[in-house]
Nanobody, 127 residues
Framework: QVQLEESGGGLVQAGGSLRLSCAAS????????MGWFRQAPGKEREFVAA????????RYATSVKGRFTISRDNAKNTVYLQMNSLKAEDTAVYYC????????????????????WGQGTQVTVSS
């Protein structure tokens, strides 16, 4: 069992920055694939960023590449999402997710690949 708790969301002006945190418990983040997703009202949950299981490789959605950075602190068992140059279209509920799958793949970008999810944290970007 993996429990995930997101924090750091809020209201920010377009062009501003936010840093989201995902605190994990139950399993070490080094033993699972970790990813960030987001979901806006009326839209499907979409991939944002992810680590491979070893945490030495990252992948980003085209819409956020160059603006968002996923990082981790294994000692704190926490994953972060640094969001810069925020746009109104970034407004969504952001979710942290974990996939306890065997090592051997690069990354997972489909929501169905992940078994554990946080409750989500709201990010609202005003223009």
């Amino acid at each position: 069992q993996v429990q995930l708790e997101e924090s750091g969301g809020g209201l920010v002006q377009a062009g501003g920055s936010l840093r989201l945190s995902c605190a994990a418990s139950g399993r070490a983040i080094s033993s699972v694939y970790m990813g960030w997703f987001r979901q806006a009202p009326g839209k499907e949950r979409e991939f944002v960023a992810a680590f491979n299981r070893r945490g030495d490789s990252t992948r980003y959605a085209t819409s956020v590449k160059g603006r968002f950075t996923i990082s981790r602190d294994n000692a704190k068992n926490t994953v972060y999402l640094q969001m810069n140059s925020l746009k109104a279209e970034d407004t969504a509920v952001y979710y942290c997710a974990a996939a306890p799958k065997p090592d051997g793949s690069n990354w997972y970008a489909a929501p169905g690949d992940y078994d554990y999810w946080g409750q989500g944290t709201q990010v609202t970007v005003s223009s």
